[in-house]
């Protein structure tokens, strides 16, 4: 799905991946920046714990920022399809200054949400302008194409993940997360190359890619976005591999960011800061 | 150290490092092919197995060789600097077609041949066209700058790779090995990114670059050799970055290379075939 239509002189808000494992109470550095984007004291934050199968996921994060001053954070505790048409939810989506997208597994995200009015909601109100930040699950719904699963290690395999479609609110991209702490180079290589079109964004725990409006993103936290650009292939024997087998994957660009690196989704250039 | 000098109108031998645990058994295609290169049946091969401390891998191969016609394989049992200065194995270096190094810890290949007259004449033996094969340990002894140790993880850092002087065997290369298997994509973007000179080369288990006397590589096996180009880096944080900071490093080239795949260390194209 490619993200909604933003009104004419309009720009749609940030999205947020987070690689999970966000520091929320010793310096939040990023919970804190998705605070400050979404207006402060004044932010009106809606949680979404859906991935989680925990009651109190939506509920901690609501004391998560309480104590980062936000004086309206709400958790809507959707756990089922007819949760997520329910109309007082949509309503409470529609006062959000930011919406947050708990962790857990993104495939509960995907076959509880999608297509439902809350999903909807959700990405209307990003192309409107209202941030969207998500952790870990959270964050690998966001894409059109989401990573649901594969295998770990660093080499790309016929075999070597599992997509489901996902959010739409962001194109062009491939998300992946806890990317370091769960050696996934090889399942992004190979998200990366059965289709070159997008740029493959691995994201480490407390690690954060600000996507602005502009599709330039900032990192933010202590780990890093690993960037890898397909758009310079020369060749992929993907289609030819058998299971298991070795792939040959020639020209793609690798780029290590580190808190303040940027890289614009559309131009593909990253900088320094 | 720099390669041995190649007289006018000679060429070197091959450079053959293997990640490890290369197949020695059933359908060992990469031993097989050091053979063939080194003359069938009528091959000379001398094992240095000076890397481990397993008195029976020295003999051990001399039986793999046999099992594949080899009618010359000898294993030089070098365990002191004063074993690598006996005149016997030089004399027996010398009548040598092809040079096996085994694994085992590279310090012990560093420390314990590093300057002496076996050394010397292994520089000079490949110079001269003799072809070098090396397994694990006996890979990462193979280029001027030897991997010694470092952390595993996909990450940089700033103390992500320790160097020790090496054989000299190759230039303007890093090599690591057991790559995928043991996670080292972070050391070795650390140690290209310490000096950007040379490409990166991350080979597998049961996977090995055939390093031609024209400086392609062939790879050769069932894994992968991950090839890291920073030819191109724009950025690098490697300088400012404190102990155990998260590094960027803007604009290196990936290459995941299989079998009959190549890529030449002094254009640094990469081919398929």
Same mark, same amino acid.
């Given at each position: 799905?490619?993200?909604? %239509?933003?009104?004419?002189?309009?720009?749609? /808000?940030?999205?947020? &991946?987070?690689? /999970?494992? @966000?520091?929320?109470?010793?310096?939040?550095?990023?919970?804190?920046?998705?605070?400050?984007?979404?207006?402060?004291?004044?932010?009106?934050?809606?949680?979404?714990?859906?991935?989680?199968?925990?009651?109190?996921?939506? &509920?901690?994060? @609501?004391?998560?920022? =309480?104590?980062?001053?936000?004086?309206?954070?709400?958790?809507? &505790?959707?756990?089922?399809?007819?949760?997520?048409?329910?109309?007082?939810?949509? @309503?409470?989506?529609? %006062?959000?200054?930011?919406?947050?997208?708990?962790?857990?597994?993104?495939?509960?995200?995907?076959?509880?949400? /999608?297509?439902?009015?809350?999903?909807?909601?959700?990405?209307?109100?990003?192309?409107?302008?209202?941030?969207?930040? #998500?952790?870990?699950?959270?964050? =690998?719904?966001?894409?059109?194409?989401?990573?649901? #699963?594969?295998?770990?290690?660093?080499?790309?395999?016929?075999? /070597?993940?599992?997509?489901? &479609?996902?959010?739409?609110?962001?194109? %062009?991209?491939?998300?992946?997360?806890?990317?370091?702490?769960?050696?996934?180079?090889?399942?992004?290589?190979?998200?990366?190359?059965?289709?070159?079109?997008?740029?493959?964004?691995?994201?480490?725990?407390?690690? =954060? =890619?600000?996507? #602005?409006?502009? $599709?330039?993103?900032?990192?933010?936290?202590?780990? $890093?976005?690993?960037?890898?650009?397909?758009?310079?292939?020369?060749?992929?024997?993907?289609?030819?591999?058998?299971?298991?087998?070795?792939?040959?994957?020639?020209?793609? %660009?690798?780029?290590?960011?580190?808190? #303040?690196?940027?890289?614009?989704? $559309?131009?593909? @250039?990253?900088?320094?800061?």
């Amino acid at each position: 799905m490619c993200p909604a %239509k933003i009104a004419d002189g309009g720009e749609r /808000g940030f999205v947020i &991946p987070i690689g /999970g494992a @966000e520091e929320r109470i010793d310096d939040p550095v990023i919970l804190q920046r998705f605070v400050e984007l979404c207006g402060g004291s004044d932010a009106n934050i809606v949680i979404i714990p859906t991935a989680s199968q925990l009651e109190e996921t939506g &509920p901690n994060y @609501e004391v998560v920022f =309480a104590e980062l001053g936000v004086a309206n954070a709400v958790s809507l &505790p959707i756990t089922t399809r007819e949760d997520a048409q329910r109309e007082d939810y949509v @309503e409470e989506l529609a %006062k959000a200054t930011g919406i947050f997208i708990t962790g857990g597994n993104q495939l509960r995200l995907s076959t509880i949400l /999608g297509g439902t009015p809350v999903a909807q909601s959700i990405r209307k109100l990003n192309a409107a302008g209202v941030h969207v930040a #998500g952790t870990s699950a959270g964050a =690998a719904i966001m894409p059109e194409h989401m990573i649901a #699963g594969g295998a770990s290690g660093s080499l790309p395999n016929e075999q /070597g993940v599992i997509f489901a &479609p996902g959010l739409g609110l962001l194109s %062009k991209v491939i998300l992946d997360q806890h990317f370091s702490q769960r050696n996934r180079l090889g399942r992004l290589l190979s998200a990366v190359s059965y289709n070159p079109f997008a740029s493959g964004l691995g994201i480490c725990e407390d690690t =954060a =890619a600000f996507i #602005g409006p502009d $599709n330039v993103l900032e990192v933010v936290g202590s780990g $890093n976005v690993t960037v890898v650009d397909p758009s310079d292939l020369q060749h992929s024997s993907m289609a030819e591999a058998r299971s298991q087998e070795s792939i040959t994957l020639i020209g793609l %660009k690798l780029h290590m960011l580190s808190s #303040g690196a940027r890289y614009c989704l $559309n131009t593909r @250039e990253a900088s320094p800061e």
